[in-house]
């Protein structure tokens, strides 16, 4: 029995529509076990920005420094996309929770549930068995250095930088999770251009030489990139900074099928913040054809990683795993050989979810 305060922060787009599902599945969780949970909601986004006029209000940052989690959606809106004038931006309230929250590690669990084989665009016998634990740096690099334009705006500039202590404390939670697992560790980086990476891999070096039990790799990012896809198997925890840790997670969500089923963690020095890995996907918002697994088992991260509670989190995993063998898909994971009555929109999807809970 415990009682918490979770705070629902479901941003733009189909953030809304498959933070409410998760939502539900928390609700289950504490009816099910005899928790309580209290839950307020915030806005950030394009949402915040059309009430306030500010990505992230103070008043969001407040209640995410208060809560004890959050449950996360997704940022964005194709009106800043196309106008790289806008001052104001939905991805600035995202980035600057991160920093606010000291939320440096992003850790983005890649796992192919086996009914998912045929849904990715790899081959099945590349893919079976693959598992891979990224740690993704995420208040740190280019995404955070100084930026502008100079020479009368003809050029533009986005400095990346890191600190010693900003890679070693990454390094030591991407460690100890190998300890936990296959005990390999893959550190991914650009050394052989980047000064930033040659500090990378200087402290990911020493910080070896205390964990003689893991076995440690050095790539760069442009041969992982070609090997998540020829050979994901190989990989265990891959720890990376933040612009690559982006992009290589992208493209890690093919091994799971689909973007619509990969959650992450956000952890640090306080609130954990647990959300998808997409997207606000405006092309299909307000369609109801959402795949909310993503978001749900963002809620299966926040039971077990914020609140220590590992059978609820099992349990939650558990359901989705019973809802994709029964044949269950949303539109973005079905292929040829799902029955057209087994194709549930986002509501739908997470009901089924809730009769295994
Ligand atoms: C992610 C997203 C964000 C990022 C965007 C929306 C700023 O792509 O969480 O991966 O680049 O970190
Ligand atoms: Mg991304």
Excluded at 71 to 82: E, M, R, T, W
Excluded at 123 to 132: S, V
Excluded at 268 to 279: A, S
């Amino acid at each position: 029995m415990a009682t918490k305060n979770i705070l629902i922060v479901p941003g733009d787009g189909i953030g809304q529509e498959v933070t409410a599902v998760g939502k539900k599945v928390l609700d289950a969780i504490a009816a099910k076990f005899g928790h309580e949970f209290h839950y307020d909601e915030a806005l950030i986004g394009h949402v915040a920005i059309e009430a306030t006029g500010e990505a992230l209000p103070a008043e969001s940052l407040e209640k995410m420094r208060k809560s004890d989690a959050v449950l996360f959606g997704a940022v964005g809106h194709p009106k800043y996309d196309n106008d790289p004038s806008a001052k104001v931006r939905p991805e600035q309230g995202l980035l600057k929770m991160r920093k606010e929250l000291g939320l440096y590690a992003n850790l983005r669990p890649i796992k192919l549930f086996d009914e998912l084989l045929s849904a990715s665009s790899i081959k099945p016998e590349i893919l079976k068995g693959a598992d891979i634990l990224f740690f993704r740096e995420l208040t740190g690099d280019i995404y955070f250095g100084e930026k502008g334009r100079k020479n009368d705006g003809d050029t533009a500039y986005d400095v990346a930088e890191y600190s010693r202590y900003e890679v070693e404390r990454i390094g030591r939670k991407a460690f100890e999770a190998a300890r936990t697992r296959k005990k390999k560790l893959c550190s991914v980086d650009k050394a052989n251009v980047l000064e930033t990476s040659r500090l990378w891999r200087e402290v990911i070096q020493k910080l070896a030489l205390e964990y003689p039990d893991v076995e440690v790799e050095h790539q760069f990012v442009d041969s992982t990139a070609m090997m998540l896809i020829k050979n994901p198997c190989r990989f265990d925890v891959v720890v990376t900074a933040n612009l690559f840790g982006d992009i290589l997670t992208d493209e890690a969500s093919q091994i799971a099928g689909s973007m619509g089923m990969l959650a992450s963690a956000s952890i640090g020095d306080g609130t954990g913040v647990y959300e998808p890995i997409h997207g606000s996907a405006h092309d299909i918002t307000g369609k109801g054809i959402a795949n909310p697994l993503a978001s749900i088992l963002s809620a299966a991260l926040l039971l077990d990683i914020s609140f220590g509670m590992k059978d609820e989190s099992d349990l939650v995993i558990s359901a989705v795993d019973q809802v994709l063998k029964q044949g269950f898909r949303t539109v973005d994971i079905a292929d040829a050989t799902t029955k057209p009555e087994n194709i549930l929109g986002t509501a739908a999807m997470g009901e089924a979810v809730l009769k295994f809970i």
